[in-house]
Structures are given as C-alpha cells and as structure tokens.
C-alpha cells in the first residue's frame, strides 16, 4: 500500500542530505525490493524511517546522532522532510512511511525468516501470526520491562543470532530501537528494520489515519487527536526544531546559489 501520490514512474534520484539525515531517493516499491535483496544475501543492515522526531533526536542527543544518522539505509517517513527535500533542490520521490514498508514485507513476497522485537502487550504476537501466513516467524519477543538490562540485552541478541532470521522488525521507539539494531546488526546476518509504531498499527492494536489524511500528509493530525497527551509536545518540539533547520537550509541555499557565478567566473 502506498499513499504517496507521486507516481511509481517517477525518475530516481540523488540522495538528500539534510543535517546529520541522508535519505535515499527511492520509492516504496525499490525500497521493498532493496531490503528483500540484503535479506536473500543474508547482508547486515540497519533500516530506518525517519521523521522530524528522528530529526530533532539526531541534534540533541550524540547516541541518537550515532545510532540514526549511520544507519545503512534512511527512508523519509515524514511529508516534512519530503517537502524540505523540493525545496532545497534535491527532491525526494516521495513519503516512504514505515508502515507500508513493513506492511509490504510481511503481506509481499514469502520466504522470510523473521525475529519481531518490541510493541506493546501482544501486538508482536498478533503480527506473527499474520506473517506467518507466508513467512517463517522464528523469534518473538515484546520486550517486556526490564529487558534492557545489561544481562537482558546481552541475552536478547544471542537469542537472535541463535535464531537465525533473515529479516528483523525492531518497534520500541526512536532511539532505542536504533541502539538495539546496531547491537543486533554486529551479530545478525539480515537487514534490521526500526519500524516504531509499525508493529502495534498492522496487529490492529493501534487504529491507523485513514487514507484521505494519508494522502494529504496528515497521519500525524489523526495520531495527535487519539494521543494528546503522549504527542503534543513530542510535535510541537520537533516541529520547531524542523522549521530552525529548514531555515537555516535555505538561507545557505541561497547563498550558495548566489555565490555560484562569482566562483566560476
């Protein structure tokens, strides 16, 4: 399922750059097809989708700069960021949201050896169970209170390289979620995908925005409406932060476009 009205012939291109972020200029489709590739070659990835949270994290903490900004490979899940990317010339195909991605790799092509880590109450168990209609599942684990304690954590990954998966959901939150998969991707052969909410939305746990708000860039008006509280100010924040960099973005942009003919002349 892709919500993103540009079209799938849409040419590819560069990547964008974008303080301490390098998307990748591809659609959902190539994405999807990307990932099966690193799993069928058994490859060590970490995958992430990132957002103008991710964004703000990726200035004000050097963990989550480390853990997100070297990911192996970013897709822009936020229209913002989409959007800042047309603006400063170096346009991204379009939105590549986390939960169509995982959504196309359990429902899409079978064969995949899975681990899914994270999501709250049973919601990994209850994405298992649909993955398993075309994939192998060979670890689950909710990763209850506590699990990432030193012993724990050290635990939790021998579990996973002792599984054996070929591909690997992690939906814990940004950036725990991207710590782990770090941790994880020194022992596992397989792309690592950190996929947030992903898990809860496609075990039915969380309601997703329909695809009119979908459409128009505004899942994150309907995941505010149901979680005031939790989100109001994670939004406000990040937005802020995002509007001072695109900002910034733009004012070097400009400058750098009016310095151009001088320097080559």
């Known amino acids: 399922m892709n919500d993103d009205p540009t079209p799938d012939t849409a040419p590819p291109t560069t990547d964008f750059d974008f303080h301490g972020l390098r998307l990748a200029g ?38 989550a700069r480390e853990a997100i900004g070297q990911a192996d490979l970013q897709l822009a899940d936020g229209w913002p960021i989409v959007v800042a990317s047309r603006i400063l010339g170096q346009p991204l195909p379009g939105r590549v949201a986390g939960i169509d991605l ?11 050896k899975m681990a899914i880590l994270g999501g709250p ?31 724990r954590r050290s635990r939790l990954v021998q579990r996973v390289a002792d599984a054996s ?45 329909p695809r009119v708000l979908q459409r128009l860039g505004l899942e994150w008006a309907f995941r505010l409406a149901i979680e005031p509280r939790r989100l109001a100010r994670r939004y406000l924040v990040a937005g802020v932060t995002f509007t001072r960099l695109l900002l910034d973005a733009m004012r070097a942009h400009i400058v750098g ?7 080559s002349a």
């Open 26 to 63: 591809l659609q959902l489709e190539t994405a999807v097809e990307r990932i099966t590739a690193l799993s069928r070659a058994h490859q060590q990835a970490v995958v992430v989708t990132p957002n103008i949270n991710h964004l703000h994290l990726v200035q004000s903490s050097e963990r």
């Open 102 to 112: 995982v959504e196309r790799l359990v429902d899409g092509e079978p064969g995949f």
């Open 121 to 151: 109450d049973d919601a990994a168990s209850r994405l298992a169970e649909r993955a398993r209609r075309r994939n192998e599942v060979v670890l689950v684990d909710e990763l209850r209170p506590g699990w990432d304690r030193p012993d």
């Open 165 to 209: 998966p070929n591909l690997i959901l992690v939906g814990i939150g940004a950036p725990r979620q991207e710590i782990l998969a770090h941790e994880l991707k020194a022992s596992v052969a397989a792309p690592i995908i950190c996929c947030g909410a992903a898990i809860e939305v496609l075990a039915g746990v969380r309601p997703r925005a």
């Open 257 to 263: 476009r009016g310095e151009n003919p001088r320097s």
